[in-house]
């Protein structure tokens, strides 16, 4: 019986899009089978309130761009769409520092950062990455400032974006790829990528990869949730899905592919890794699935003031534009929203004491608001809360993770997390914590508004909130250590391969993005062309 597909690839993030293009390329016959929705420009949300656009919920007829998804130990960030994260990232695009390439859980034998190099390289040309961020107002002012007061205004530095700035507005053909890709309009500097860009000035992957990959002849079908990957006993894989959200009708399919690319992010990618090792559809599947997943040591704090700065333009500009290092691990990046994009503010709220009892923290909490009750009641105000404070995006390479594992909730089974190797996942950063001080006095001083610094509900909680989670099925040099092998191939499952964040080995302490396609970008350079002879050495199982 004939294969449908050569390669059927699950999800269309930066793992997807590369596998859709480059085989795509290479001869393959490509059906790429993505969960959310395909968007136009002019469908995206104008802000964060339109939450039918913006969240994702499908059951409840919510199919916008921003997942957000909750474990026991960490709440977590993700993107939705024909595009992946891409359509909702921030469009921060840093290579890590040596110190993520030097982590022990690296596949040994090789100088990972020398051989990812060419392919960063790439990646920055596809995904059209601009050094430095040109321009400069209050929040790129102030973040120099705060870094000078910390006592690091060396490391203070623009950050990379992968925007086409152009003129502000104005559309032009294809800059990037000779015609081939869609036209672009220059960016307006809006602050709403994170909302999904309705300029056109994002270089999400639907202008790059994903359209370069439709040209040469891959299919993306939309709305369609994989629920499962079994073997085939004839050889290959049989892919199901479903209409996403769906609670009636779900028109459920069967795709039989030669190779399956898994590629749905690391909380899709991982919940089908563990469910389909459970139930023997997947039955190699190593033991080490879930292990080493990573939230990026990351926290999201910020300050916010009382009021609108006069001409403080805090709302004005891309999402990231500047960085600065609190220490040798710690990375803080400015975050914003556009104008009326308010609704992420209800996650925020006083800046309490880490390392202490719940009941401790909540009392922090209560006696702030006691002490300053109207104050209080100014700063947890979301009306024109995007364009008051300034969020800090705070990274590390510090070696901490996660274990994840399966449980059985209300007939289901469900993610479920606890602490992993290395030290444990924090639920505060300190440095996070010195950061957010520093940045709201400077706020304060520039503007001689109130300003104090804001942390979130779930970490008043214990449960530090990711943008950026990684790891469970990392790259490896034996079924013991990891998942995939240094090829991304699934060991014991010939033809299976993870491409994703999922593969990711260590905490990047930078925006992953850029990583992610770099390691596809590699992954696919070594394989063949359709029909030649395959060079890498064959495939454990």
């Not at 040596?98 to 920055?124: C, I, M, V």
Request: aromatic share 8%; proline share 6%; charged share 20%.
């Amino acid at each position: 019986m004939p294969y449908d597909e050569d390669v059927v690839i699950v999800g269309s993030g930066f793992g997807g899009s590369v596998a859709a293009l480059r085989l795509s390329e290479k001869g393959y016959r490509v059906r790429v089978l993505e969960a959310g929705r395909r968007f136009d420009d002019s469908d995206f949300a104008k802000t964060s309130w339109d939450v039918r656009r913006y969240l994702w919920a499908p059951r409840l007829g919510c199919f916008g761009v921003q997942r957000i998804h909750r474990l026991p130990h960490v709440m977590i960030l993700a993107g939705a769409g024909v595009g992946g994260g891409s359509l909702n990232y921030a469009n921060t695009l840093y290579e890590p520092p040596p110190a993520f390439f030097a982590d022990r859980n690296w596949p040994a034998g090789s100088d990972w950062q020398s051989e990812l190099a060419p392919h960063y390289a790439t990646a920055k040309r596809m995904l059209g990455v601009v050094d430095e961020y040109p321009h400069t107002g209050p929040v790129e002012r102030i973040m120099a400032g705060a870094a000078e007061d910390l006592g690091v205004g060396e490391t203070f530095r623009r950050a990379p974006v992968g925007v086409f700035l152009g003129m502000p507005g104005v559309r032009v053909p294809d800059p990037y790829f000779g015609g081939q890709g869609p036209d672009r309009t220059g960016c307006t500097l809006c602050g709403n990528c994170m909302i999904g860009c309705r300029v056109g000035a994002k270089n999400t992957l639907a202008k790059n990869y994903l359209a370069l990959a439709e040209r040469r002849g891959a299919r993306i079908e939309a709305l369609r949730t994989v629920v499962e990957v079994r073997e085939d006993p004839r050889g290959g894989y049989l892919v199901t899905t479903e209409r996403s959200g769906a609670w009636l009708r779900r028109r459920r399919r069967t795709i039989r592919s030669e190779q399956v690319v898994l590629a749905a992010g690391t909380w899709g990618t991982q919940q089908l890794l563990h469910r389909m090792r459970a139930s023997a559809a997947l039955p190699r599947i190593s033991d080490a699935v879930g292990r080493l997943t990573r939230t990026n040591s990351e926290a999201l704090d910020g300050a916010v003031a009382t009021r609108v700065p006069d001409a403080a333009g805090y709302a004005h500009g891309v999402a990231i534009t500047t960085s600065f290092h609190v220490d040798e691990r710690t990375h803080v990046e400015n975050v914003r929203y556009g104008p009326g994009s308010n609704l992420m503010g209800a996650l925020a709220t006083v800046l309490v004491p880490g390392g202490r009892s719940l009941a401790r923290r909540i009392g922090s909490l209560l006696a702030a608001f006691g002490r300053h009750p109207l104050r209080q009641l100014r700063l947890a105000s979301l009306h024109r809360w995007s364009e008051r404070g300034i969020i800090a995006l705070v990274m590390q390479t510090a070696d901490n993770s996660l274990t994840l594992s399966l449980r059985r909730r209300f007939g289901r089974d469900v993610l479920t997390s606890r602490q992993g190797h290395g030290a444990p996942n924090p639920s505060h950063l300190p440095e996070a914590h010195r950061a957010v001080a520093a940045i709201a006095g400077r706020m304060q001083r520039e503007t001689g508004v109130r300003t104090e610094p804001r942390g979130s509900w779930p970490e008043v909680f214990g449960i530090p909130l990711t943008a950026h989670f990684l790891g469970g099925a990392v790259i490896s040099d034996s079924p013991d250590r990891g998942v995939v092998d240094a090829w991304n191939r699934v060991w014991g499952h010939p033809g299976l391969h993870v491409v994703d964040g999922s593969a990711v080995p260590a905490n990047p302490g930078v925006n992953p993005s850029l990583t992610i396609t770099a390691l596809a970008e590699r992954a696919f350079a070594h394989w063949p062309r359709r029909g030649e002879d395959d060079h890498r050495p064959a495939p454990a199982g």
